[in-house]
């Protein structure tokens, strides 16, 4: 789901000057995702966003990543990256069926990657995903579905 332009004009002494923020725009590798039974799997997510005056001292925009699980009206909190480093009771707010499976790659989500890799793949992972990406400029999303087989 992509969010359009926020676009603000701002007047300086010297006459007008545009200022334009992009919200995040977030897209899935794939609608639907197969995974084996008991084998792991990518749920690939990556994200783009325009600049904004909420640079951190690295030039880059500080993001919070939240991947979801959603079946038959539950929701799950699989993971939780937020854009400071820091994660204030990631594990206490991760859903128990997520403890020690739900992983994200190495590579820093300041270059777009919101990735999720699930260990140990279970029938009850079969559901809805959504990955949420938050930074200065707004909140987009992305959902992929997950079947398992194998059984």
Not at 36 to 58: A, D, E, K, P, V
Not at 98 to 126: C, E, I, T
Request: charged letters at 15%; aromatic letters at 10%.
């Amino acid at each position: 789901m992509e969010v359009g332009l926020l676009l603000r004009a701002l007047l300086v002494s010297s006459g007008w000057q545009l200022f334009v923020e992009a919200t995040p725009s977030v897209s899935t590798s794939d609608p639907v995702l197969r995974a084996r039974l008991g084998y792991n799997i990518t749920l690939g997510c990556s994200f783009s966003h325009g600049r904004s005056r909420g640079l951190s001292s690295s030039g880059h925009i500080p993001v919070t990543i939240l991947w979801y699980f959603y079946y038959n009206h539950e929701s799950k909190l699989v993971y939780s990256h937020y854009g400071n480093g820091a994660q204030p009771n990631a594990s206490a707010q991760q859903h128990p069926d997520y403890h020690g499976r739900a992983l994200m790659p190495r590579r820093p989500p300041a270059r777009g990657n919101a990735s999720l890799r699930l260990l140990g793949v279970r029938l009850a992972d079969v559901g809805v995903y959504r990955c949420v990406v938050m930074d200065a400029t707004g909140l987009a999303y992305a959902e992929t579905s997950l079947e398992v087989y194998g059984m």
